[in-house]
């Protein structure tokens, strides 16, 4: 599957080139990838591999930064917190 212009996680991963959690600051290593560095198909199977092992990116309207990032162990502290 190509990359998908109106998928937040593939958007997300395009703009910022990388998935950094907004609260604890770890980022999501991805290195295992046919693809050409800073391709689209490289960041579409970087976002579609942050999405499948639990991140979450939620979009924003009207801020700076687009998307709020948030790791896996910090979607869980979030959902705990609800």
Same mark, same amino acid.
């Given at each position: 599957m190509p990359y /998908?212009? @109106? /998928?937040?996680? /593939?958007? $997300? !991963?395009?703009w910022f080139m990388s998935f950094t959690c907004e609260d604890c600051g *770890? *980022?999501?290593?991805?290195?295992?990838s046919?693809? $050409?560095d800073g391709s689209d /198909? =490289? =960041?579409h199977e970087y976002a579609q591999? !942050?999405?499948q092992i639990g991140w979450s990116v939620i979009p924003r309207e009207g801020q700076? !930064?687009?998307w709020q990032i948030l %790791?896996? #162990? %910090? #979607? $869980? @502290?979030h959902e705990t917190r609800v």
């Open positions: /998908d212009e @109106k /998928d937040p996680f /593939d958007q $997300a !991963a395009w *770890t *980022t999501l290593e991805y290195q295992q046919q693809h $050409a /198909d =490289f =960041f591999r !942050a999405k700076s !930064a687009e %790791c896996p #162990v %910090c #979607v $869980a @502290k």
